[in-house]
């Protein structure tokens, strides 16, 4: 897709994700003006990738070809280029990478990086570069000796939450890291550089070593994220001199230097196209939902996701806080639900005939604060918090084992919400004047399921349209990294962007019902974690 050609500058953002690498190019007022993507599986089936992945025979590890990314590169930088794309107007550029998956550089692929031939490929230039051909990636679950390991070594899981953000997750790189050291000693002994998927994509266009950013390294277990730099009790417990091969975490803001000179003889980009530090793809997206402080953004899924911008951070054992990748002096936070769409479903058939007009009509019926019942539905084992089954209570906090049927529906979105506030505060979200509630996913088109958000969190919603935002935000980055050093704030960089729909506002009494009911609801949900599992 293009538009058409004029000659101001553009900004391009990149996202390396699971499945697919997108490309969005912008231009100053932030129109999009080229989109295109490449994928995995169907457009390079020599991978043998499904979702854009390898699952192993164990069932726990899961890993993704290197060279892969590296072909898709070539393959969509090609498909700008037949659809005359003019490379020459790009002045910055960024991007994001699948968070938490960790790419292993072989001895000597520094210089190859330096001395790439603009007559070949990319891929085939760096066919000998990478020590460990298939990178481990975010839907790995192999690592949790590692993650006791870790643990152990630093004084337990809350002290690890409060020095990197998190306990330890078997997804996060410092665990996958320490297993490759293990199990593949030569590859490891092989290797002079670990990059992020965001820090490798970076290094392709830099010709050089990119620096890991300050939010996609909070994903690693390794990173203190008050001091912003590698915790050395952390780094101890993963490998001995790992900071070297690591290298020095940089500000996600920075300027990391110009494309090499592969891209402008290549493709035609100019010499003076700055590369602005890759980051992770939620910190990406918190970018592209231009998120602000005191927002919070709920994505209404199959699982839940809460984004959170947050000024003093409060790890917790459940959800994580990165250090924020468009304000250097914030932070922001990630809460997963996995009972979300589909429990709202199991409800409508259970309890609105299957239909979403009478499941909306049971929220309009039924007052706020749903008489005093409360609902915890996890058909599922709940990571936030961690409990599973169907917990139902009366105005007196007596157990009850059914609700009528339109009572039963308030229940559940009041509890899903009342929920997600709960674990938002804990983390350090506080609700602010000006606070905005942005909502995207399927349930985000449901006009009485945002008037409960509102209530609950009473704060006004708008939604917003979440399918390109980690492409989107380093687009954004971009434009924003070269201007930062003046000092230009994010939010002044990105003002012409268009503002998401206001969809609901809250009811003049919802702070008054919501507030005493969301400290009976933290009571309820310790009572329901203390009941044994079936």
Same mark, same amino acid.
């Given at each position: 897709?293009?538009?058409?050609?004029?000659?101001?500058?553009?900004?391009?953002?990149?996202?390396?994700?699971?499945?697919?690498?997108?490309?969005?190019?912008?231009?100053?007022?932030?129109? /999009?003006?080229?989109?295109?993507?490449?994928?995995?599986?169907?457009?390079?089936?020599?991978?043998?990738?499904?979702?854009?992945?390898?699952?192993? *025979?164990?069932?726990?590890? /899961?890993?993704?070809?290197?060279?892969?990314?590296?072909?898709?590169?070539? $393959?969509?930088?090609?498909?700008?280029?037949? *659809?005359?794309?003019?490379?020459?107007?790009?002045?910055?550029?960024?991007?994001?990478?699948?968070?938490?998956?960790?790419?292993?550089?072989?001895?000597?692929?520094?210089?190859?990086?330096?001395?790439?031939?603009?007559?070949?490929?990319?891929?085939?230039?760096?066919?000998?570069?990478?020590?460990?051909?298939?990178?481990?990636?975010?839907?790995?679950?192999?690592?949790?000796?590692?993650?006791?390991?870790?643990?152990?070594?630093?004084?337990?899981?809350?002290? #690890?939450?409060?020095?990197?953000?998190? @306990?330890?997750?078997?997804?996060?790189?410092?665990?996958?890291?320490?297993?490759?050291?293990?199990?593949?000693?030569?590859?490891?002994?092989?290797?002079?550089?670990?990059?992020?998927?965001?820090?490798?994509?970076?290094?392709?266009?830099?010709?050089?070593?990119?620096?890991?950013?300050?939010?996609?390294?909070?994903?690693?277990?390794?990173?203190?994220?008050?001091?912003?730099?590698?915790?050395?009790?952390?780094?101890?417990?993963?490998?001995?001199? #790992?900071?070297?091969?690591?290298?020095?975490? +940089?500000?996600?803001?920075?300027?990391?230097?110009?494309?090499?000179?592969?891209?402008?003889? @290549?493709?035609?980009?100019?010499? @003076?196209?700055?590369?602005?530090?890759?980051?992770?793809?939620?910190?990406?997206? $918190?970018?592209?939902?231009?998120?602000?402080?005191?927002?919070?953004?709920?994505?209404?899924?199959?699982?839940?996701?809460?984004?959170?911008?947050?000024?003093?951070? @409060?790890?917790? +054992?459940?959800?994580?806080?990165?250090?924020?990748?468009?304000?250097?002096?914030?932070?922001?936070?990630?809460?997963?639900?996995?009972?979300?769409?589909?429990?709202?479903?199991?409800?409508?058939?259970?309890?609105?005939?299957?239909?979403?007009?009478?499941?909306? *009509?049971?929220?309009?019926?039924?007052?706020?604060?749903?008489?005093?019942?409360?609902?915890?539905?996890?058909?599922?084992?709940e990571i936030t918090p961690p409990a599973v089954g169907v917990h139902?209570?009366?105005?007196?906090?007596?157990?009850?084992?059914?609700?009528?049927?339109? /009572?039963?529906?308030?229940?559940?979105?009041?509890?899903?919400? +009342?929920?997600?506030?709960?674990?938002?505060?804990?983390?350090?979200?506080?609700?602010?004047?000006?606070?905005?509630?942005?909502?995207?996913?399927?349930?985000?088109?449901?006009?009485?399921?945002?008037? /409960?958000?509102?209530?609950?969190?009473?704060?006004?919603?708008y939604t917003i349209d979440l399918s390109n935002s980690a492409c +989107?935000?380093?687009?954004?980055?971009?434009?924003?990294? #070269?201007?930062?050093?003046?000092?230009?704030?994010?939010?002044?960089?990105?003002?012409?962007?268009?503002?998401?729909?206001? *969809?609901?506002?809250?009811?003049?009494?919802?702070?008054?019902?919501?507030?005493?009911?969301l400290k009976r609801y933290a009571l309820l949900e310790e009572r329901? $974690?203390?009941?044994?599992? #079936?």
């Amino acid at each position: 897709m293009m538009a058409a050609a004029q000659d101001g500058p553009l900004y391009l953002g990149f996202d390396f994700s699971t499945q697919q690498l997108k490309v969005v190019a912008v231009d100053g007022n932030l129109s /999009v003006v080229h989109q295109d993507n490449v994928q995995f599986d169907s457009e390079l089936p020599e991978f043998r990738t499904l979702g854009g992945v390898h699952i192993h *025979a164990d069932k726990l590890t /899961v890993t993704s070809p290197v060279l892969m990314w590296v072909k898709a590169l070539d $393959l969509l930088l090609d498909k700008m280029k037949k *659809a005359g794309f003019d490379f020459s107007r790009v002045i910055g550029l960024s991007g994001s990478g699948q968070q938490h998956g960790s790419v292993y550089w072989r001895r000597g692929a520094s210089e190859t990086l330096k001395q790439l031939d603009p007559n070949l490929d990319l891929h085939h230039l760096l066919r000998d570069s990478f020590s460990v051909a298939d990178a481990p990636v975010w839907m790995d679950s192999s690592t949790g000796h590692q993650c006791q390991d870790l643990q152990a070594s630093v004084g337990g899981p809350r002290r #690890l939450s409060e020095i990197t953000g998190s @306990r330890a997750y078997e997804r996060f790189t410092g665990n996958q890291i320490a297993k490759v050291r293990h199990t593949q000693p030569e590859s490891y002994q092989n290797t002079e550089r670990i990059s992020l998927v965001s820090s490798f994509a970076a290094s392709l266009f830099l010709g050089d070593y990119a620096a890991i950013d300050f939010s996609d390294g909070s994903g690693m277990n390794l990173l203190d994220i008050r001091s912003r730099t590698w915790s050395e009790v952390c780094l101890d417990a993963v490998a001995p001199q #790992l900071d070297r091969l690591l290298g020095a975490p +940089l500000p996600s803001t920075s300027v990391l230097g110009g494309v090499s000179s592969y891209w402008v003889q @290549r493709f035609g980009f100019s010499e @003076r196209c700055g590369v602005v530090a890759f980051t992770g793809d939620n910190p990406a997206s $918190l970018a592209g939902m231009r998120l602000q402080d005191g927002d919070i953004a709920v994505s209404l899924g199959t699982s839940d996701t809460v984004f959170l911008w947050i000024q003093e951070p @409060r790890p917790a +054992l459940e959800g994580h806080v990165f250090c924020n990748p468009v304000d250097w002096q914030a932070y922001m936070a990630l809460l997963c639900f996995k009972n979300g769409s589909l429990t709202r479903e199991r409800i409508r058939n259970r309890s609105a005939g299957g239909s979403w007009d009478r499941f909306s *009509a049971a929220l309009r019926e039924t007052p706020l604060g749903n008489g005093g019942n409360i609902g915890f539905f996890f058909d599922t084992m709940e990571i936030t918090p961690p409990a599973v089954g169907v917990h139902l209570f009366d105005s007196g906090d007596k157990q009850v084992s059914s609700l009528s049927p339109q /009572v039963e529906v308030r229940a559940l979105v009041e509890g899903q919400f +009342l929920s997600r506030r709960l674990h938002a505060e804990r983390l350090g979200y506080s609700i602010i004047p000006g606070t905005r509630v942005l909502a995207t996913g399927g349930a985000s088109s449901n006009k009485e399921i945002l008037q /409960v958000l509102s209530d609950v969190f009473n704060a006004p919603v708008y939604t917003i349209d979440l399918s390109n935002s980690a492409c +989107l935000g380093s687009a954004y980055r971009a434009l924003h990294g #070269l201007a930062a050093e003046s000092g230009l704030s994010f939010f002044d960089a990105v003002k012409k962007a268009s503002d998401p729909q206001l *969809a609901a506002t809250p009811h003049p009494t919802a702070q008054e019902v919501y507030g005493p009911m969301l400290k009976r609801y933290a009571l309820l949900e310790e009572r329901v $974690l203390q009941e044994p599992r #079936l």
